[in-house]
């Protein structure tokens, strides 16, 4: 199965196997979401799969308030993407948007949703929720695309997304009270974190003989989701500079 599980389990296989299967089976993002809703309750409702790390807050994070996306799962090339959203008690998200279709759910914790709508170039408020753990929502844009979420509960909050895109990568728009937008991109702790050992590795990678510091930048790269076919053309690019001399290696 081709894409990177960030959280490799039995459990998260089998489930993104069967999400693949069903939405090759369907016909629209409204089938695929009505026939994945009882896969995606059962997820919700089992307590076990998903470990403690990966619902826990992260004070580090741009997005500020301690919120953490954690991916669990995103494929090679873009479209589809598992992830938990972390949001401590008392904190809320930027309004926001998705721009892909699929499937929110509470695994944990009591959130508030605000539900926007674009309307003569301001944003309007159509419709607020409460939300407990086991409850989600299907996500089919422009419909209830846009929206904010606050944890209410003691405890932090932590939904599952399933989307049809890289939700951590993929730019998108934050928006004020008053409608203006800007550019948004939530990233992902472990996207981060992949940055992190490129830049760490590089030096390392470039005292073992044949292995050149340039491994690095790939590294950095698979975590900002280029496609496969970036890597095939800088892997070939650097072989033709080391044959003709311009990149050397180390010696032992």
């Known amino acids: 199965m081709s894409g990177a599980f960030l959280l490799d389990t039995p459990v998260v296989r089998a489930f993104v196997t069967d999400v693949k299967a069903t939405i090759a089976s369907t016909p629209s993002p409204e089938d695929a979401c ?36 954690w991916a669990l799962y995103r494929s090679e090339d873009g479209s589809l993407s598992l992830f938990a959203l972390v949001v401590p008690s008392g904190s809320e998200t930027p309004i926001h948007d998705h721009l892909a279709w699929g499937l929110v759910g509470l695994y944990r914790g009591d959130q508030d949703e605000e539900i926007y709508r674009r309307a003569n170039g301001s944003l309007e408020l159509v419709e607020q929720r409460p939300l407990r753990p086991g409850d989600f929502y ?5 419909r209830d695309d846009i929206h904010r ?5 003691r405890v932090t909050s932590v939904s599952i997304h399933l989307l049809t895109n890289d939700t951590g990568c993929v730019w998108r728009h934050a928006y004020d009270e008053s409608g203006e ?32 510091s340039v491994l690095s ?17 800088l892997v070939g690019m650097w072989l033709v500079q080391l044959a003709a001399g311009q990149v050397s290696t180390p010696r032992g």
Do not use: C, K, N
């Open 149 to 153: 979420v606050r944890t209410t509960s």
């Open 217 to 233: 930048l790939f590294v950095a790269l698979f975590a900002v989701g280029l496609p496969a076919i970036t890597y095939m053309l």
């Open 181 to 212: 937008s800007r550019p948004f991109r939530s990233g992902g702790i472990h996207l981060a974190a992949a940055l992190v050992v490129g830049i760490i590795l590089g030096p390392v990678l470039h005292v073992v003989p044949g292995l050149p």
């Open 138 to 142: 299907v996500l089919i844009p422009p």
């Open 34 to 69: 009505e026939a994945l809703r009882p896969r995606f309750a059962e997820l919700l409702a089992d307590p076990d799969w998903l470990p403690a790390e990966y619902q826990a807050p992260a004070p580090e994070s741009g997005m500020g308030g301690g919120i953490g996306q």
